[in-house]
């Protein structure tokens, strides 16, 4: 069965300092894996894309990894801002379908 | 541009009572779609469209009727409702149609929150 899995779940952190979100899947064939950033009340976002031949991909402040031979991925959030509190939810497209994780709720204190 | 619009925001149904979603994209997108977003589950895809006339079932469609007369809009009919269905739904769309569209991300609303008593 096809399935994302994040962690951790959920994750505060003091404002300035640097965090590493986690995604494993399980999904076969493998497309493509997205990271969306979802704040409260309002739809998901894209933040970045990752291919199979894509190691890192950062997107100013945001890096994602991926590993697709333990089939691990990574969103690295460096210098948090208040801004960044949200839920970043990672999908992963493959064979016609997309399967979406869970989700980490990330809050950022001043 | 608007994006995706969704409406209302926020629905309170009594069980039995019927309603409809409004979704409406203005990116001229062919591919659209109708998630559910429960609480420590990840987004669930109720119903989809490819285009115009065309649409199909997703993961959970039970209870739920969609329909798509134009490129712009894709309503989602709730037929009976029940408490099974207090949930947050989101429409999203995206550019192309699958398979050629994966690399496409999806654009979402920002949903309408649905509460069955």
């Known amino acids: 069965k096809n399935q994302v899995e994040q962690s951790p779940q959920s994750l505060i952190i003091l404002e300035g300092k640097n965090c590493t979100l986690q995604c494993n899947y399980t999904v076969s064939p493998f497309s493509n894996l997205r990271w969306y950033k979802q704040d409260t009340g309002r739809g998901p976002v894209s933040l970045t894309i990752?291919?199979?031949?894509?190691n890192t991909k950062s997107n100013g402040r945001y890096t994602a990894t991926l590993d697709a031979d333990t089939k691990q991925s990574s969103l690295h959030i460096t210098a948090s801002q208040l801004s960044d509190s949200a839920s970043y939810i990672c999908?992963?497209?493959?064979?016609?379908?997309?399967?979406f994780g869970t989700g980490t709720r990330l809050t950022i204190i001043p | 541009n608007a994006g995706v619009t969704q409406t209302p925001k926020f629905q309170v149904l009594k069980t039995g009572q019927s309603m409809t979603l409004q979704c409406a994209q203005d990116?001229?997108?062919?591919?659209m779609s109708w998630y559910r977003q429960d609480p420590g589950m990840g987004l669930r895809l109720i119903h989809y469209?490819?285009?115009?006339?065309?649409?199909d079932q997703g993961e959970v469609p039970n209870g739920y009727n969609v329909s798509r007369s134009t490129t712009e809009d894709f309503p989602l009919r709730l037929l009976s409702a029940a408490p099974s269905q207090t949930s947050v739904y989101f429409c999203?769309?995206?550019?192309?149609?699958?398979?050629?569209?994966?690399?496409?991300?999806?654009?979402f609303g920002n949903g309408t929150r649905l509460t069955v008593t």
């Open positions: 469209s490819v285009g115009a006339g065309i649409t």
């Open positions: 999203a769309s995206r550019e192309g149609v699958p398979m050629s569209s994966y690399n496409s991300p999806l654009h």
């Open positions: 990116m001229n997108h062919e591919y």
């Open positions: 990752m291919t199979f031949s894509e």
């Open positions: 999908v992963v497209s493959g064979s016609k379908k997309l399967t």
